[in-house]
C-alpha cells in the first residue's frame, strides 16, 4: 500500500508540474510578440555601398527572409516572396538575408533567380554569425513579419499568407 501511495504522490507532482509549462509557446526561434533584434548589414559589392539598419525600417511592415544557396526550400520561398511582394501593391518591405560562404554564388543566384538585387544581403560567417545567433535560426531557415514598431507579428509565413494579412 506504501508503495502505491508513493508513485500517486510521484505521479500527481509531475502532474502539477507539467501544468505550468507554457503549450503555446514555441521552443525555438523567436515568438510572435517578441520584438525582433536590431542589426547592420553592408551591402553586397555589386550595390551602392551603404549599410542597412533594421532600426531605419521603423514605420514600415518589413518581412525578414533568411535563406541560403545551398538550401533549395528557403531559396525557393524567397524567389517566391520577392515575386510576390513585386507584383503585389502591399506596402511591405522585403529583406533577403542568405548565409552563404561564397558570394560570388549568391550573386549569381540572384542573378539566375531574378531577385531583386536591392534587398539582397550576405551574411558570410553562416550559422557562426550573430545575426543567425540572435534569430535563432537553429534548425533551418525562417521568415518574420514585422509591424511598424519592429514587433513580430507572423512567423514562417508563406506568401500566400502574407498576401491575406
Do not use: H
Not at 6 to 30: C, M, N, P, Q, Y
Not at 120 to 128: F, I, P
Not at 134 to 161: H, Q, V
Amino acid at each position: 500500500m506504501k508503495y502505491y501511495v508513493r508513485w500517486i504522490f510521484v505521479f500527481s507532482l509531475v502532474l502539477l508540474l507539467v501544468s505550468f509549462i507554457d503549450k503555446d509557446k514555441a521552443t525555438e526561434g523567436l515568438n510572435i510578440g517578441d520584438k525582433a533584434p536590431v542589426f547592420e548589414l553592408p551591402q553586397n559589392e555589386t550595390q551602392e555601398s551603404k549599410i542597412l539598419r533594421l532600426n531605419d525600417l521603423k514605420g514600415k511592415l518589413v518581412l525578414i527572409n533568411f535563406w541560403a544557396t545551398y538550401d533549395a526550400n528557403s531559396r525557393m520561398q524567397n524567389m517566391y516572396f520577392n515575386n510576390t511582394l513585386s507584383l503585389s501593391e502591399k506596402n511591405i518591405e522585403m529583406i533577403s538575408i542568405s548565409f552563404d560562404d561564397y558570394e560570388s554564388i549568391f550573386n549569381e543566384t540572384i542573378r539566375r533567380d531574378g531577385l531583386n538585387s536591392s534587398n539582397c544581403y550576405l551574411v558570410n560567417k553562416g550559422d557562426e554569425s550573430k545575426l543567425y545567433r540572435n534569430y535563432r535560426l537553429n534548425r533551418g531557415f525562417s521568415n518574420y513579419l514585422l509591424n511598424e514598431e519592429g514587433i513580430i507579428i507572423a512567423k514562417n509565413i508563406s506568401p500566400d499568407d502574407l498576401l491575406k494579412l
